[in-house]
Nanobody, 119 residues
Framework: QVQLVESGGAMVQPGGSLRLSCAAS????????MSWYRQAPGKERELVAD???????NYADSVKGRFTISRDNAKNTVYLQMNSLKPEDTAVYYC?????????????WGQGTQVTVSS
């Protein structure tokens, strides 16, 4: 049974920092591209950042220079360090694990964790 469990969401003031974690189980973690997405009320889900199994990263323009994605394959965990948070970062943040292998797509989602940036 595959599980992705996010944690670390909270309410924080503008300019503050948070670190999100996503612990994976039931998958060969190191073979997956791990991503963080977010969805704000009334908006579509959008990609925030991803990291492949070689450690290469990709960021949405809106978070470049403020957010850092990392992974620890020994702990089956992916992180999102969020600094200089803005009210527009308010959203539910979701962890995603994606792999293409032997013609099959394996795509898993966590349940989400709420991040609220407000004074």
């Amino acid at each position: 049974q595959v599980q992705l469990v996010e944690s670390g969401g909270a309410m924080v003031q503008p300019g503050g920092s948070l670190r999100l974690s996503c612990a994976a189980s039931g998958i060969t973690f190191s073979s997956y591209v791990m991503s963080w997405y977010r969805q704000a009320p009334g908006k579509e889900r959008e990609l925030v950042a991803d990291i492949n199994n070689s450690g290469s990263t990709n960021y949405a323009d809106s978070v470049k220079g403020r957010f850092t994605i990392s992974r620890d394959n020994a702990k089956n965990t992916v992180y999102l360090q969020m600094n200089s948070l803005k009210p527009e970062d308010t959203a539910v943040y979701y962890c995603n694990a994606l792999r293409y292998r032997f013609g099959f797509r394996n795509d898993y989602w966590g349940q989400g964790t709420q991040v609220t940036v407000s004074s």
